[in-house]
């Protein structure tokens, strides 16, 4: 039978070997010191809100006589012509904070659906390395590498969106979905995938595939 678990970054290591089906999520943390900054409380939350924004994405409109626009369009999370309107005031403070630290996973987009036929650990590790390795050698460097694996395209493009956003790995939560080897009788990795397909077109992750 599927079995639910989950693991943080400190702890891929550790996390199960079973074959299965998995997401990434940004967890918030905002401790008791900085609510006592309302400045920096609002920062601080300014900072989770846009890594979760969408990668620009290309538009194409074509209409009558040859009429033709193409460019890219930026997802806006905040209005800046709104100032602070969305942050509450100083005794919401609490309320608020505590809403957005238990919001992963059950309130959350993930950031990255994934799939692990061969194991969740292994492919946890993966993406692991592949930020670590962004991290230190940077991105540009690394993009220009012409002998990659193209089946992996889609993993790097997680990770180099994870380290140009700058983001805290020890922020990095993730849920898994095992399924053991001898569960069922049909294909375990075409099922697998089918899930991963139908789950991506489901919640469109957020710094997920191309």
């Keep these: 039978m599927p079995s639910k678990k989950n693991t943080k970054w400190n702890d891929i290591e550790t996390s199960c070997k079973d074959p299965g089906i998995y997401a990434w999520y940004l967890i918030n943390s905002i401790g008791s010191a900085d609510r006592d900054v309302p400045d920096g409380w609002s920062r601080l939350v300014e900072k989770y809100i846009s890594d979760h924004e969408r990668p620009g994405m290309g538009v194409n409109a074509k209409a009558t006589l040859g009429l033709e626009f193409n460019g890219e369009i930026n997802h806006v999370t905040i209005d800046e012509d709104k100032g602070k309107s969305w942050s509450p005031n100083t005794e919401s403070i609490d309320i608020v904070t505590d809403l957005l630290n238990l919001s992963?996973?059950?309130?959350a987009a993930p950031l990255y659906i994934g799939v692990a036929p061969n194991g969740i650990r292994g492919r946890l590790m993966d993406h692991k390395r592949d930020i670590k390795r962004y991290r230190r050698e940077g991105i540009e460097k690394i993009a220009?590498?012409?002998?990659?694996?193209?089946e992996r395209?889609?993993?790097?493009?997680?990770?180099?969106?994870v380290v140009s956003r700058n983001i805290d790995v020890n922020k990095l939560w993730i849920e898994y979905i095992t399924i053991g080897r001898e569960s069922y009788e049909g294909d375990l990795e075409e099922g697998l995938k089918t899930?991963?397909?139908?789950?991506?077109?489901?919640?469109?992750?957020?710094l997920g595939k191309k």
Aim: proline residues 9%; aromatic residues 12%; negative net charge.
């Design 153 to 161: 395209e889609e993993d790097r493009i997680f990770a180099s969106r």
């Design 104 to 107: 992963v996973p059950n309130l």
């Design 144 to 150: 220009n590498i012409r002998d990659r694996d193209p």
């Design 195 to 206: 899930a991963e397909f139908i789950l991506n077109r489901i919640f469109f992750p957020i």
